[in-house]
């Protein structure tokens, strides 16, 4: 998930809030997402229906890949991608020096 504004992340929460509150009063739980995107002016009821699934799965009543190791993930993909690039540099001057010591070498 890209950067998200503190705006936002209220947002959500109160979308979702509101989800919650007024899906008994709606019959299928996708109009009452639509009437709650309608109401806050979120561009697409899809959108607030990725959000509501997301809270569910952070909540643990839904089966998924909750925010945090979602986040966990990305930082473990970072920091491998930091480490074989500085494996290959490691690689690249051992291999470097290694040629440097097998050179004959001449006296002046």
């Not at 998200?4 to 997402?33: C, F, G, I, K, N």
Request: aromatic share 6%; glycine share 2%; hydrophobic share 40%.
């Amino acid at each position: 998930m890209a950067r998200t504004s503190q705006h936002l992340l209220a947002l959500r929460r109160r979308a979702v809030r509101m989800v919650a509150e007024v899906w008994p009063d709606y019959d299928p739980e996708w109009a009452a997402m639509k009437a709650v995107a309608q109401r806050l002016g979120i561009d697409t009821t899809e959108t607030l229906r990725k959000w509501v699934r997301q809270d569910e799965i952070d909540a643990g009543t839904r089966p998924g890949t909750t925010t945090e190791e979602s986040a966990q993930v990305k930082a473990m993909k970072k920091e491998v991608a930091e480490l074989k690039r500085a494996n290959e540099i490691l690689k690249a001057a051992a291999s470097f020096f290694a040629a440097e010591l097998d050179r004959p070498h001449t006296r002046s």
